[in-house]
């Protein structure tokens, strides 16, 4: 198996590192442009004007600009996760109370499916709170993959970590993407993220890519990163052989009693940027607005929708925490002028 590695880049100031293992340098597919972070933070430097120029012209070059992705996301098993991640509110590590559940039914989840097939959705994403999903629960998934399957719409998952043989028997049962979020720039994971290092992300987007399913895999900003920071992580996946066909951009969620939950805020204007840069550098990809669009106002949005994110998650929860409503998403899509694949149902 060839090993997706990740990139190093400069930070701004002095970083504890937690990772055991030290990746190599990546290696980019010759058919795509190579992206040192150097060059993508120059990006990122731009003026505004000249960024969401670049940004909408490469997009215009790739997508429809008046077409809008919209993907449901669900979780089939909450809390518990054994993981440390400074921003999550199902770990087991911060109070949060988040209770942990058992794995939703092919029933609840076929209900959840038909209600976002509904509502427009294209793709239905399922979330489980695990580090890494055993035998048992691989063979619960494959039945709840086969039931959106059944129902017409793409099928993703976000499970944690996977083996070659998981990722292949999810092939098998249809899946169509897998999440695996790479987070933040390698050298600042380890201030995130101790529980597992950077290479078991990477391996787990190996196993997915030679099992043939579609890579997504994004990141979270917000989290108290350098500009330089963003740059990192957006040259890391851009430079992965070949880039994710969905790239998640998510605004951190402060939840109380995770470690993140008193980050200053980011500038709502530098998260336009990092989309925009997400843009020019994954030409081809999804980019999707994710996590933390409920605390941004609607002009942010659709800024975001002008630096080239085609997609978004749509529906009233993302995993555990909110996220707009449907009606508020499809009033704004009209007013902006977007279509989408699948037409509401009234």
């Known amino acids: 198996m060839t090993t997706i590695t990740p990139t190093l880049a400069a930070t701004e100031q002095p970083l504890h590192f937690h990772a055991t293992r030290k ?15 150097a060059e993508v933070q120059a990006l990122l430097d731009l003026p505004l004007p000249e960024l969401m120029h670049r940004a909408q012209t490469v997009h215009r070059e790739h997508h429809d600009a008046t077409e809008m992705e919209l993907a449901t996301l669900l979780s089939i098993k909450t809390g518990g996760c054994p993981e440390d991640c400074g921003y999550c509110p199902q ?12 794995m939703m039914t092919p029933e609840e989840v076929r209900e959840a499916v038909l209600g976002a097939k509904a509502a427009g959705a294209s793709r239905f994403c399922m979330g489980a709170a695990w580090r890494a999903p055993n035998d048992r629960d691989l063979e619960k998934v494959e ?11 793409e099928a993703c998952c976000t499970l944690g970590m996977l083996s070659g043989d998981q990722a292949q028997r999810l092939k098998g049962a249809g899946l169509d993407y897998y999440n695996h979020n790479l987070d933040t720039a390698p050298e600042l994971y380890g201030d995130i993220i101790t529980t597992r290092d950077y290479q078991d992300r990477l391996d787990t987007l190996g196993h997915v890519r030679e099992a043939g399913i579609h890579v997504c895999s994004g990141g979270i900003v917000g989290m108290g990163e350098s500009r330089a920071g963003r740059a990192g992580l957006i040259a890391q996946l851009a430079n992965l052989a070949p880039y994710p066909e969905s790239v998640p951009i998510n605004h951190l969620v402060k939840v109380p009693g995770t470690p993140l939950a008193d980050e200053l805020d980011l500038d709502p204007l530098e998260f336009v940027r990092t989309v925009a840069v997400a843009r020019i550098t994954m030409p081809t990809a999804k980019v999707r607005l994710s996590a933390g669009r409920r605390q941004m106002d609607e002009s942010t949005q659709v800024l975001c929708f002008l630096a080239g994110a085609n997609s978004i998650f749509y529906g009233d929860k993302l995993l555990v925490t909110g996220n707009p409503d449907v009606e508020a998403d499809r009033a704004l899509l009209q007013r902006v002028g977007l279509k989408t694949r699948h037409t509401f149902n009234a």
């Open 23 to 37: 990746a190599a340098a990546p290696s980019v597919d010759a058919r795509q442009q190579a992206w040192p972070v």
């Open 91 to 102: 770990s087991v590590h911060h109070e949060t109370g988040v209770p942990a559940t058992k």
């Open 143 to 153: 039945e709840l993959v086969r039931v959106i399957k059944d129902e017409g719409l």
